[in-house]
């Protein structure tokens, strides 16, 4: 007999979109119809049939999968937590939506477009912020009297210009009115956005983000340390003749085998890995290709260890580069491929396969691409330079690993039969790795850029909106 679906065979996204209405409803429950009195654990918000059977229903409708005591349970169990973090923090304000998206109506929700739909539009026409959690990443909205304040908040952005002829100056100003708009209904308790994470050991905290003078304050005088990067290359050695020579004809048996079922070799780890501490916190920052699976450009995204059930979210991408140029290192995050692109920011720009990496007549003789004496010739000298560099600047690397074994790596990754999108993406790291450390000469300004990654990240700052973070 075939193995029933469960939650665990759908995506992350889909999961994403269960767990946020299952949040929602709960809340529902909780404050608006007082359920949370009955409840002294999630054992008991399981036996509570008006809570449990509509997550039943959520799961069935919207993931398609029954119930597993087995998978599920655990959600009940964070769904608890989060509302007592919820209700020890705001108590019960007689809010009359919790909305997350229209593709799922929670009962005694109304039917149509929902607030987070609608202002994720309005953001998009007057703002040009075309993702709405590179504004405000909260996943549901608790409201109270919604018609209403669309139409105050509506009203406070109309203009009698068109976007074209609004100045950088202008949008900026209107974005933070909009902000504060925002701030003063959160206070009031008008409408809260909340930013949810699954929670686990250990109770759920809350977290007031962009709300208060105190905490801008704060975030003004915060000042975070970055410890250090590791940027794995591989962890074998190259092949090595009896003149203690690079011999190509070795490489592919000396070399680690790749994963999955090509046999060919691959790198390492996919991703690089930046280290920063404000105690008693420590940040992992992942920087990785978008999609594993595929050519894709980079993505910064911070963990905080000790919560490591969820991710703090990504640094968008282009306040990371409008951040490079405040700081003034973006000059030196070069693309090298035979291409000649010259987008740092795209991974089109960067070698896909040998010839890009090595130049196009490289086959496998010794005498193409470098001589015995290492001295490469074509963008994979480039490569090797800022592996040497960034070894230099003391970031790991991997065990006994030296550029020119990482190099060879690299080109051993482009082959026809391995992962060149891995080999791609390990490009425009180690190039970026290389404009962080070359353009921050000292650990001051290291920290300070640092510092500034992590706010882009957990989407703190005064250029963003107002929400509660449930983590």
């Known amino acids: 007999m075939p193995r029933l679906k469960t939650s665990k065979d759908l995506s992350d996204s889909k999961i994403t979109q269960m767990q946020e209405l299952g949040s929602a409803w709960v809340f529902k429950r909780a404050i608006q119809d007082n359920a949370a009195t009955k409840w002294k654990s999630w054992e008991s918000l399981k036996g509570d049939s008006d809570t449990f059977d509509e997550l039943v229903r959520i799961w ?121 708009i925002f701030r003063a209904l959160y206070r009031t308790k008008q409408i809260i956005g909340i930013s949810l994470k699954k929670v686990g050991k250990g109770p759920a905290i809350y977290k007031e983000v962009n709300v208060s003078a105190k905490f801008f304050k704060n975030l003004k005088s915060t000042e975070m340390k970055f410890d250090n990067a590791k ?45 920063i501490t404000h105690k008693p916190k420590t940040f992992k920052v992942q920087i990785k290709a978008n999609d594993s699976t595929k ?57 896909y396969n040998i010839d890009e990496f090595c130049g196009p007549k490289l086959k496998d003789s010794p005498d193409q691409g470098y001589d015995q004496s290492y001295n490469l010739v074509g963008p994979w000298k480039e490569y090797f330079e800022m592996i040497d560099f960034l070894g230099r600047q003391r970031v790991t690397l991997g065990p006994n690993q030296k550029p020119i074994n990482a190099v060879v790596n690299l080109k051993e990754t482009f082959q026809e039969g391995s992962q060149p999108f891995v080999a791609n993406s390990k490009c425009m790291q180690i190039s970026w790795l290389y404009a962080f450390y070359k353009g921050l000469q000292t650990k001051v300004m290291r920290d300070k850029f640092c510092t500034d990654l992590i706010f882009l990240a957990s989407k703190e700052g005064l250029r963003y909106g107002p929400f509660g973070k449930i983590y």
């Not at 909205?141 to 908040?153: A, H, M």
């Not at 290359?233 to 490489?251: C, N, P, R, T």
Request: hydrophobic share 30%; charged share 30%; proline share 4%.
């Open 295 to 351: 050519f894709s450009n980079l993505k910064w995204e911070p963990t905080e260890q000790g919560r490591g059930a969820a991710r703090m979210g990504k640094a968008t991408r282009e306040l990371v580069f409008d951040l490079m140029r405040e700081y003034d290192i973006y000059q030196y995050w070069k693309p090298y491929s035979t291409k000649n692109k010259q987008n740092p920011e795209e991974y089109q720009s960067y070698p």
């Open 60 to 180: 069935r409708k919207v993931g398609g999968v029954e119930w597993s005591n087995m998978v599920d349970d655990q959600w009940l169990e964070s769904f608890y937590k989060q509302q007592q973090a919820l209700l020890d923090e705001i108590g019960q304000p007689k809010f009359t939506e919790f909305a997350r998206s229209s593709h799922y109506t929670l009962p005694g929700s109304k039917k149509g477009e929902t607030f987070m739909e609608w202002v994720s539009d309005l953001i998009k026409d007057e703002f040009d912020i075309g993702n709405k959690d590179n504004w405000n990443p909260a996943d549901i909205w608790l409201i109270k009297d919604e018609k209403k304040w669309r139409k105050k908040i509506q009203e406070s952005v109309k203009t009698p210009r068109s976007m074209s002829l609004k100045s950088e100056g202008s949008v900026k100003a209107q974005l933070a009115q909009f902000n504060e």
């Open 231 to 275: 940027c794995l290359l591989g962890v074998k050695k190259i092949g090595i003749d009896s003149k203690g020579m690079i011999d190509l004809a070795k490489e592919s048996k000396s070399i680690q085998k790749g994963r999955g079922n090509t046999g060919f070799p691959t790198i390492e780890s996919q991703d690089t890995v930046m280290v």
